[in-house]
């Protein structure tokens, strides 16, 4: 079964530190992988997408890694800011038409001052 | 280019009213879709359209209907509204020449 698993289910740090969160997935065969932020009441925007020959993608202060062997990947956000608030959610898509769109239930983090 | 907006922000409805979603996208996209948000579920497609005239089954499309006249507009009927399908609703689009989805703001609608 095709499935996305996201980890930790929540998040909360400091502001100005450092946080990694996970995606692990199952989506056979793989097409991309991809990072949404979701701010509380909006849609979710894209922040990084990443096919199977890359291994890091990065956006500003965040980065994405993929492992396409292990089906793992992770995003890393530097330096975090009040703005970083939201709900991150990890979405791979399958082949072949590459609209099977498996989305993971999400991180929420919470920055704080 | 306002992208993906949806019609309405809010709405309330009682058991067994109907309604209808609307979705509008200026990017010339081939794909839509519809997805419902729930709390620790995440989001979930309820039917999805690869083009004018076509449209196709989700994951969860019980008590949902779509159509897809135009290209630019993807409508999402409720016939007769239950308590379960309190929701946010979430449009989205894409082309098939690129692998990102691009999403509205969402419609918060809550049935009684």
């Known amino acids: 079964k095709n499935q996305v698993e996201q980890s930790p289910q929540s998040l909360i740090i400091l502001e100005g530190k450092n946080c990694t969160l996970q995606c692990n997935y199952t989506v056979s065969p793989f097409s991309n992988l991809r990072w949404y932020k979701q701010d509380t009441g909006r849609g979710p925007v894209s922040l990084t997408i990443m096919t199977f020959s890359e291994n890091t993608k990065s956006n500003g202060r965040y980065t994405a890694t993929l492992d396409a062997d292990t089906k793992q990947s992770s995003l890393h956000i530097t330096a975090s800011q009040l703005s970083d608030s939201a709900s991150y959610i990890c979405?791979?898509?399958?082949?072949?038409?590459?609209?099977?769109?498996?989305f993971g239930t999400g991180t929420s983090l919470t920055v704080i001052p | 280019n306002a992208g993906v907006t949806q019609t309405p922000k809010f709405r309330v409805l009682k058991t067994g009213q109907s309604m209808t979603l609307l979705c509008a996208q200026d990017m010339n996209h081939e794909y839509m879709y519809w997805y419902r948000q729930d709390p620790g579920m995440g989001l979930r497609l309820i039917h999805y359209s690869v083009g004018e005239g076509t449209t196709a089954k989700g994951e969860v499309p019980d008590g949902y209907n779509v159509s897809r006249l135009k290209k630019q507009n993807f409508l999402l009927g409720l016939e007769s509204a239950a308590p379960s399908q309190t929701s946010v609703y979430f449009c989205a689009s894409s082309s098939p020449r690129e692998y990102e989805q691009y999403f509205g703001p969402g419609t918060r609608l809550t049935v009684t």
């Open positions: 979405v791979v898509s399958g082949f072949p038409t590459g609209n099977q769109f498996y």
